[in-house]
């Protein structure tokens, strides 16, 4: 038996009036999972539990098998562990945004974010202006007086650690909930680290505004990464083994750092794919054929897709549905097809790791529709993947329970 996780982030909503009050997953074709849903186990499950963030950090481990009520420190040292970063004692790992702030002549405290990802900015010039900040002789005394270094990173995603600092009683606020608002009142408080942080974003907005760099980037007409936003902090973490709890081995196959860091941590591979870039424009292909590499020596697969994450996050309702398309047709369907040719039987679970809200453009941490086929029986539930079917079947309480599902006695 094979076994396969297929992650479309972000990809549940609330219906959608510009869509007719349908969600995306009703609205966009998506003929493959409407299949699988009305042979398999189709229900609704809550991966993100009360009282912790709605994101795709606690969604995920929830989904890996790991509590994150038990486990969870913070988001960004799940990412750190993606590329091999060590947390000494009392180190604090933040991540470390390339951001857009509008160009407007007032002060910087009343500008609006634009973009947590400074319009989806290249990894290569996202990895460029963060060195450059990081050198400027004024930015490099701040951030060395602060003791906090940065790890650059092949995205906007990058991770921030600082040595001798506290984060007891801070707040900071992740930067994709609160697109086009002002940031004033969305700035790290609550702690005297705080404000260490606070002057820190200030100064790269001021090193980073008008950066040849990003003048360049006004130029060809794409949005300037003219700050940095630090969220996401926590401290060292250890993750329960995966191949311990469920005796199985297996890859991870993703774009982002988030998934290799909990892949590293559960003793998972991680499975890096030229040409992934958790866009829309990601190698969905190349996926796939990653996926099927893992099974030949492996009998777990993870594949996860960010683009509706994103997609969403940037207004782009469009992208968000072509997001699922593709989805359903360029992984969800050449996989399905490909694992059946080699008649073994198999099963998948295919889920979305929370809702991002086309109305927000933020995360949601109210259920999630949730499928699980087996190759060797069809239900014939008549169920279509969408919302409002998944609250009609079993409703799961807790995400830690869906490996013990995809991977329960027949």
């Known amino acids: 038996m094979k076994y396969v996780l297929i992650i479309g982030d972000g990809m549940a909503d609330n219906p959608v009036p510009e869509l007719g009050n349908v969600t995306p997953l009703e609205y966009a074709a998506t003929p493959t999972l409407d299949a699988l849903a009305s042979a398999g186990l189709f229900g609704n499950v809550k991966n993100c539990p009360n009282g912790l963030p709605a994101g795709?950090?606690?969604?995920?481990?929830?989904?890996?098998?790991?509590?994150?009520?038990?486990?969870?420190?913070?988001?960004?040292?799940?990412?750190?562990?993606?590329?091999?970063?060590a947390l000494q004692?009392?180190?604090i790992a933040y991540r470390c945004n390339m951001v857009t702030y509008e160009d407007a002549n007032i002060p910087w405290e009343q500008k609006k974010i634009l973009s947590h990802s400074a319009g989806s900015i290249e990894g290569e010039r996202s990895e460029a202006i963060v060195r450059a900040l990081f050198a400027d002789p004024t930015f490099k005394a701040a951030a060395d007086a602060a003791g906090l270094i940065v790890?650059?990173?092949?995205?906007?995603?990058?991770?921030?650690?600082?040595?001798?600092?506290s984060i007891d009683g801070v707040t900071l606020t992740p930067p994709h909930d609160h697109l086009g608002e002002q940031i004033g009142k969305l700035l790290p408080s609550g702690a005297a680290n705080a404000a260490v942080l606070r002057d820190l974003m200030k100064l790269a907005h001021e090193v980073l505004n008008?950066?040849?760099?990003?003048e360049a980037r006004r130029a060809e007409g794409k949005m300037p990464a003219n700050g940095v936003w630090f969220w996401a902090e926590g401290t060292a973490v250890k993750l329960p083994s995966f191949v311990e709890t469920y005796n199985k081995t297996g890859g991870v196959i993703s774009a982002v750092p988030l998934c290799h860091g909990i892949a590293n941590l559960v003793g998972l591979e991680r499975i890096f794919v030229d040409g992934a870039t958790g866009e829309l424009d990601t190698n969905y292909a190349g996926k796939v054929d990653a996926a099927l590499d893992v099974l030949k020596t492996h009998p777990f697969a993870a594949i996860h897709v960010e683009a509706p994450d994103e997609c969403t996050h940037n207004g782009d309702t469009p992208g968000k549905l072509e997001a699922i398309r593709r989805l359903d047709s360029l992984v969800v369907a050449p996989l399905t097809a490909k694992l059946r040719a080699l008649g073994e039987p198999f099963r998948l679970l295919i889920l979305s790791d929370h809702k991002t809200l086309t109305s927000t453009r933020g995360h949601d941490g109210t259920p999630v529709p949730f499928l699980i086929y087996d190759s060797r029986r069809d239900k014939k539930t008549g169920a279509t993947y969408r919302e409002?079917?998944?609250?009609?079947?079993?409703?799961?309480d807790a995400g830690?329970?869906?490996?013990?599902?995809?991977?329960g006695d027949d």
């Open 388 to 396: 409002i079917d998944g609250e009609k079947g079993p409703a799961i």
């Open 400 to 407: 830690v329970k869906l490996m013990g599902l995809l991977f």
């Open 151 to 165: 790890y650059p990173a092949q995205s906007f995603r990058h991770i921030a650690v600082q040595s001798g600092a």
């Open 89 to 91: 004692p009392g180190d």
């Open 210 to 214: 008008h950066h040849p760099l990003n």
């Open 56 to 85: 795709s950090d606690t969604a995920i481990l929830s989904i890996f098998g790991c509590d994150p009520r038990e486990c969870y420190t913070g988001r960004a040292p799940l990412e750190a562990a993606a590329t091999g970063v």
